[in-house]
């Protein structure tokens, strides 16, 4: 299913890669994103498959259950119980059932490595926690934050969230060793006869819990009752988003596709800034995040009915630049607009709800593919909560040539021990891997151009021919077109192009690759602090651009004929680089260092190409006194006259 929230990283990131196509060789398509008309909600889906998500108001709440006004008074105590663990901290309030007001990340573990995981901003000196809990969700009342329930009665849910449950665990903290699980269970019963339970199961192994919730009113289970993922799990520590930074965002697996909704794009606020969506078909898992945390909840049987909804807020920053234009006039802004993004998934009453609190680290997600779908009792991929591409045309490439990347990225990472010297490597073998496509198109180029004036002479001649209405059947008019064909012969420009073609899903996967992956996140080199984020500095953008034109420049291109055609040319030499400048400004530094180090390794290849095919320097005329006895005689044409010796 496509996202048709438009990520603007991606639309970034496709532009750029396709004008640097357009220019190499021609291509004139371009896709543009387009946000959202004000008055309409933008669908899920623009795909042929039948599923999307469909913008509807909130749905009617019916009047309170009489039950619901006999209940007594809250007279339980309020608790916090801390669940400590070596692969996260949690902290669930008795006030509303185990919500979690604190949910701190502590270390990443995977098949490939465990590290320490850390908060945006952090430092050698400074390593702030990674919290998942947004602040501001602390702050909404009702608390925004995960476990919350819903149900079709807005007293009863009032009730559910806001009153003190009690709670099974007699310690405030819980320390669980390696290999050890704990269940705590919240009860909220009263003489009206309503039943409360929210079960929950921590290892210290894993970062999946399992959440029993059973709402029960005089022994029937309260029909439509929903357990809220979210708002806005992530890395909150964040200044500010960007394009490839995002704010977290609604992501579900419905009808085996993918949805996924951020707020800026799928929403259409109303005027207290809320919003709602809901996602028909069967929803296999859904969840809340951003580009490399998530918390995911996967039912215990396929739900229908699945609602995203939103909230948005302003929030102050520090002084940053939005773009290359206000940096060079200086113009910072300190403030930008944020949103609380929640999905409400549906439960079955009594049942086990599997809750994947964690990174979206390839590695750790695809390890937990069997035991979470053998616990489900269907196929269950959490790799999909990685975005691989919003677009399902986008996705089918990206998704198969990135796992690769990342693999090859973690290896030489491993004998390297820095992910930049990493890129580095990884860009030097694959170019290495073009050459012989590179040798091959220098020559075709070459013979193309060399070509260039004897195809304007026929070209000539073929107009002089039209214009004395000489038919194109006529045997000159033939003999001068297959006279072009024989030029045209192994001197075809798209044959030169097939290293660029080679290079372009490449590029594309790449960048998902550098987006995506964990282990670049906070990845330092050289001045470089964050390999996932822009340079600081902002001296790769310029050294890219730098190194486009050196590599445009050396580069072979198909002939030009006309003076317009070699002005065009030159133009775009120097324009391009330019644009790609703005277009590429706060991309990954890890995105651009690969880019960057290719331009540098192209450039050079080109050299070695252009020497080796250097024509070789006539000889040196010799005078001789006499016609050697075995020279090859000449047949003297008429009309000319022998040259004779002094």
Not at 9 to 22: E, T
Not at 131 to 150: D, G, M, V, W, Y
Not at 284 to 313: C, R, T
Not at 415 to 444: K, M
Request: net charge neutral.
């Amino acid at each position: 299913m496509v996202d048709n929230s438009n990520n603007q990283s991606q639309f970034r990131f496709m532009m750029a890669a396709v004008l640097s196509m357009m220019v190499l060789f021609g291509w004139s398509y371009l896709y543009t994103p387009e946000k959202p008309a004000d008055n309409a909600n933008t669908a899920a889906n623009t795909n042929t498959t039948p599923v999307a998500a469909q913008a509807t108001p909130a749905p009617a709440v019916p009047q309170a259950l009489p039950d619901i006004a006999a209940i007594a008074a809250d007279t339980a105590p309020n608790r916090k119980i801390t669940i400590k663990s070596p692969l996260y901290e949690v902290t669930l309030d008795a006030k509303g059932g185990g919500l979690a007001t604190s949910w701190i990340l502590l270390k990443n573990r995977s098949s490939h490595g465990e590290y320490a995981v850390y908060a945006d901003g952090s430092t050698e000196t400074e390593k702030k926690p990674l919290q998942l809990i947004s602040e501001e969700a602390l702050k909404q009342t009702p608390r925004a934050i995960p476990f919350r329930l819903a149900t079709p009665d807005q007293n009863l849910t009032a009730l559910l969230n806001d009153r003190n449950y009690q709670v099974s665990a007699p310690e405030e903290t819980i320390t669980l060793g390696e290999g050890q699980e704990k269940q705590i269970d919240f009860t909220l019963t009263d003489a009206s006869g309503l039943e409360v339970r929210k079960s929950f199961v921590f290892r210290a192994d894993t970062y999946i819990s399992d959440l029993t919730v059973s709402v029960k009113q005089n022994g029937e289970a309260v029909p439509n009752t929903k357990l809220l993922i979210g708002a806005s799990i992530g890395d909150h520590a964040i200044n500010h988003h960007t394009f490839y930074q995002i704010e977290s965002e609604a992501a579900a697996g419905v009808n085996d596709d993918i949805v996924r909704h951020q707020g800026y794009y799928s929403f259409t606020f109303n005027a207290d800034n809320q919003a709602s969506l809901t996602v028909p078909g069967s929803v296999n898992w859904a969840g809340v995040g951003d580009a490399y945390f998530a918390m995911a909840a996967i039912p215990a049987v396929q739900s229908q009915g699945l609602e995203l909804h939103a909230s948005k807020y302003e929030v102050q920053t520090r002084p940053f630049y939005d773009s290359i234009f206000n940096w060079v006039i200086r113009s910072s802004k300190t403030s930008e607009t944020r949103h609380l993004v929640t999905a409400y998934l549906p439960v079955a009453d009594g049942s086990t709800t599997k809750i994947y609190t964690g990174s979206k680290d390839y590695f750790l997600l695809s390890s937990l593919h069997e035991s979470v779908s053998a616990d489900a009792e269907r196929p269950v991929d959490l790799v999909d909560l990685i975005n691989f591409s919003n677009y399902w045309w986008l996705r089918w490439l990206t998704k198969p040539l990135s796992i690769p990347i990342l693999y090859a990225l973690n290896f030489f990472n491993g004998l390297t021990h820095n992910y930049g010297v990493a890129i580095i490597v990884f860009t030097f073998l694959f170019y290495s891997l073009l050459f012989p496509l590179r040798w091959s198109q220098s020559r075709s180029f070459k013979k193309a151009a060399g070509n260039a004036p004897k195809m304007k002479a026929i070209q000539d001649q073929i107009k002089d021919l039209q214009k004395k209405g000489v038919p194109t059947d006529d045997p000159r008019m033939r003999q001068l077109q297959m006279d072009q064909l024989k030029m045209t012969k192994d001197a075809l420009p798209i044959g030169g192009c097939l290293p660029m073609l080679l290079q372009f899903p490449l590029l594309i996967a790449f960048y998902t690759a550098i987006t995506v992956s964990l282990e670049v996140r906070q990845a330092s080199f050289m001045w470089l602090p964050d390999l996932s984020a822009a340079d600081p500095w902002h001296l790769l953008e310029f050294a890219f651009a730098f190194s486009m034109i050196l590599s445009m420049k050396f580069t072979p291109t198909a002939a030009t004929v006309t003076p317009e055609q070699q002005m065009q040319q030159k133009m775009m030499t120097y324009f391009m680089p330019v644009m790609m400048l703005w277009v590429m400004w706060a991309a990954p530094a890890g995105l651009l260092l690969y880019w960057f180090f290719g331009n540098i390794v192209s450039f050079a290849q080109q050299m070695v190409i252009n020497k080796m095919n250097k024509p070789a320097e006539p000889g040196e005329a010799v005078v001789v006194d006499s016609v050697p006895k075995n020279a090859k005689k000449v047949k003297q044409k008429p009309g000319t006259q022998a040259a004779s010796l002094p």
